[in-house]
């Protein structure tokens, strides 16, 4: 953070860990944690996603623990978060928002990483839906609520999508900082929609 | 998939990965889930076992991430599986007839690595032990069952003894391809007599 | 094994790894389990916690995996645990301090990898906290009770604790054994001290 020379990918990144901080921070105050367990829960959810793409891809030590920067951004963001909370009025609306917007910015993450190591499109949407979505999955898992992603709305499907957008946008030689953030605007109004007209996958009998 | 030349052990391998597609595609389809739950259920069946092998000795990216190759067969699996559903009577001896026959393959699979890798004959045997009850483990835990591999019929011990016939078939000098087939008869085969016989390891009162 | 030039770090593994194996086949002793069970809990109590750290930084095949005497040392701790178990009485502060000891001892081992690996020594107190608290964290979720590290009394805050007094010790020039064996102690006296006098965080009201 030396100069002003950072690459979209890199803010993409840093604005990711902060959504999923302060999504963390929120649903762990909601459920009554003391501050060390909130701090965890914020932890959590900004690193899980991250840590099992670099798990899978074998890119170790896994991102968060190369330097302090990530962590240091995680624990700013949850003590003010925490500070801040009175003048948090609709939390739940807020808790979804920063979700959404957290969802969008690891899936972009993630897709950038599997294209940087040469991998397959199809397995890249894949990493970057893993990278999205396994955040929220240990956030919810651990305070014993059904993971969001398991729920009727799309979720994982938002990522999918956003994935093969992305690939489309290059395609089409769009300039990249602009696909890039496409995408992530993309899978987050996607999500907001859905949740708001109440939109899932079609049910088939069998 | 270019010519006939594919060795015994890729053969193992992609049957463990129908194997477990299948039964993962089932018990889902039992659970009534949604269309992509069941796929998702499928997947992490058929993969997990190999995700956690690779993981474990560190040769990432893991298998399915390499190529399309393993995803592509499990979604034509699992989608055929669910078009065929209809003609299937009896589902709970099918599920289990193919996780059973995926327990033998995958160990087999687990086991060979173990050895390509250089490790010890009883880590072998562990990874092959791994290899097989993984994705089993994981698909019972996602849909809220009490995994099989915790029952108490022989699970885990089929496959103990599986990898202890393969090292002793090996030691006799028995042909590469007979032994590796064997053993997969021997779990197969020693799964289906402990259910039907409910067998069980004796019990000690401590 | 071959000789007494042991260093300091391989004795405390080896301890710690006897203590946890004693700490999970008492524990699953204790939920009636058969001795296959009771084995596999000795088991993945004994290295969760290092495996999760040797994934984390990518030093794999994972250290239970290169040889097979941590798989020998854990299968006669676990043998000769049950074996004696009838001497032991009061089996619920026996399996409290073998906790303890093992938290103290992986502690340092996480640690100390996290050094040699070159990581900021606050991402160093992370792997150690994470190497000792884990494998309990496993165990205790595959048994179905809540971890002792979600329970009010402090646990992961002793390992940060400890890291932090390791690190105040080496730059005040303490010798490395010394240093070492304080660190251990100081984590074992603190959780008994924090169970003996019911010692947690303070709750802020939010």
């Not at 909601?30 to 798990?55: E, S």
């Not at 003590?79 to 009175?86: E, H, I, N, S």
């Not at 929220?136 to 709305?153: A, H, K, Q, S, Y």
């Amino acid at each position: 953070m030396e100069n002003y020379n950072i690459s979209t990918s890199e803010i993409i990144e840093v604005l990711g860990t902060i959504a999923f901080a302060i999504s963390g921070t929120f649903t762990a105050m909601q459920r009554k944690l003391d501050p060390f367990g909130v701090l965890i829960i914020a932890f959590v959810t900004a690193i899980g996603g991250g840590t099992v793409r670099d798990l899978l891809i074998g890119d170790t030590p896994v991102a968060w623990m190369r330097d302090m920067q990530t962590c240091l951004i995680i624990l700013f963001t949850a003590l003010a978060t925490m500070f801040f909370k009175t003048h948090v009025q609709k939390m739940k609306i807020t808790l979804f928002l920063f979700d959404s917007l957290g969802l969008g910015l690891f899936t972009m993450v993630g897709l950038l990483k599997g294209i940087a190591f040469g991998l397959n499109p199809g397995i890249c949407i894949a990493l970057g839906t893993i990278t999205g979505c396994f955040g929220g999955i240990i956030r919810d898992t651990l305070l014993n609520t059904i993971p969001l992603v398991f729920r009727r709305e799309i979720y994982a499907t938002a990522c999918i999508f956003g994935g093969l957008l992305y690939f489309l946008l290059v395609q089409l030689n769009v300039e990249s900082v602009v696909a890039k953030l496409s995408v992530v605007a993309f899978i987050f109004i996607l999500r907001i929609v859905a949740v708001r007209f109440k939109l899932s996958l079609p049910k088939f009998e069998y």
